[in-house]
């Protein structure tokens, strides 16, 4: 049985959580380590980092919410929602890894250090360094012109298809709302159509429910 180290609401796992729904995986489970577990030597050596999530699989262990999601989304590629690629379609994999990358150094690059400035800087009580805030909100900005023009020629970030690329798009698009930048994404229509052909799917609507805790 795949057990997820993580918290039911943390950002990162929520990708995870996402992948586990479209799945229709109920056969998991779900341990929160404190804070203070996760920088113990036993943790260390699960992630050296100290961080979550985690995913342990028998022998298998693996961190980093992406590569997590990658190992479900091919564990489980014959049910649920078809996340990634067939194993031989050599294209198909070439432009899931493009618009991954996309996510990664485009979205994400610009959304995360907003997102830990207003939220998790006040979380810990770390004072809010305004111009971070500002330099990536306007780079940002930049970018949504280009995610517009491409979401105006395909309806999902990896193609026509909703995909694991959508789902890694979740938890940092979602703080961006709750931080009050959710005009980011509605000051672009295409971009905004997107948003809300993803984040009204059964499954997300689900797992970023604040009281879900797991399949019933």
Same mark, same amino acid.
């Given at each position: 049985?795949v057990?997820?180290? #993580?918290?039911?609401?943390?950002t990162?796992?929520?990708r995870?959580l996402?992948?586990?729904?479209e799945k229709? *995986?109920?056969d998991?489970?779900?341990?929160? /380590?404190?804070? *203070?577990?996760?920088k113990?030597p036993?943790?260390? !050596?699960k992630? /050296?980092?100290?961080?979550i999530?985690?995913?342990? &699989?028998?022998?298998?262990?693996?961190h980093e919410?992406? +590569?997590?999601c990658r190992?479900?989304a091919?564990k489980?590629? &014959?049910?649920?929602?078809k996340?990634?690629? &067939?194993p031989?379609d050599?294209?198909?994999?070439a432009?899931?890894?493009?618009?991954a990358s996309?996510?990664a150094?485009?979205?994400n690059?610009?959304a995360f250090?907003?997102v830990?400035q207003v939220f998790f800087?006040k979380?810990k009580g770390?004072?809010v360094?305004? !111009?971070?805030?500002d330099e990536?909100?306007?780079?940002?900005?930049?970018?949504?012109?280009?995610f &517009?023009?491409?979401? +105006?020629k395909?309806?999902?970030?990896? #193609?026509?298809?909703?995909s694991?690329?959508d789902i890694?798009?979740?938890?940092y698009?979602?703080?961006?709302f709750?931080i #009050? !930048?959710g005009?980011l994404i509605? #000051?672009?229509?295409?971009?905004k159509?997107?948003w809300e052909?993803?984040s009204?799917r059964d499954?997300?609507?689900?797992v970023s429910?604040p009281?879900?805790?797991? /399949?019933?």
């Amino acid at each position: 049985m795949v057990h997820i180290i #993580g918290m039911w609401q943390a950002t990162c796992t929520s990708r995870i959580l996402a992948v586990l729904a479209e799945k229709g *995986v109920t056969d998991f489970t779900l341990t929160e /380590p404190s804070f *203070v577990e996760m920088k113990s030597p036993p943790y260390l !050596e699960k992630q /050296p980092f100290g961080q979550i999530p985690i995913l342990e &699989d028998g022998d298998i262990r693996i961190h980093e919410s992406r +590569a997590i999601c990658r190992y479900l989304a091919a564990k489980y590629h &014959d049910q649920g929602t078809k996340l990634l690629p &067939d194993p031989s379609d050599i294209k198909g994999w070439a432009l899931f890894e493009q618009w991954a990358s996309v996510e990664a150094e485009n979205w994400n690059e610009h959304a995360f250090p907003m997102v830990n400035q207003v939220f998790f800087n006040k979380l810990k009580g770390l004072p809010v360094i305004k !111009e971070v805030v500002d330099e990536n909100r306007e780079k940002f900005k930049q970018r949504l012109v280009a995610f &517009d023009a491409i979401l +105006a020629k395909q309806k999902y970030m990896g #193609g026509d298809e909703f995909s694991l690329i959508d789902i890694f798009y979740y938890p940092y698009t979602k703080k961006l709302f709750q931080i #009050g !930048e959710g005009a980011l994404i509605e #000051g672009h229509p295409n971009v905004k159509a997107w948003w809300e052909r993803i984040s009204t799917r059964d499954a997300w609507v689900k797992v970023s429910n604040p009281d879900y805790k797991g /399949p019933e």
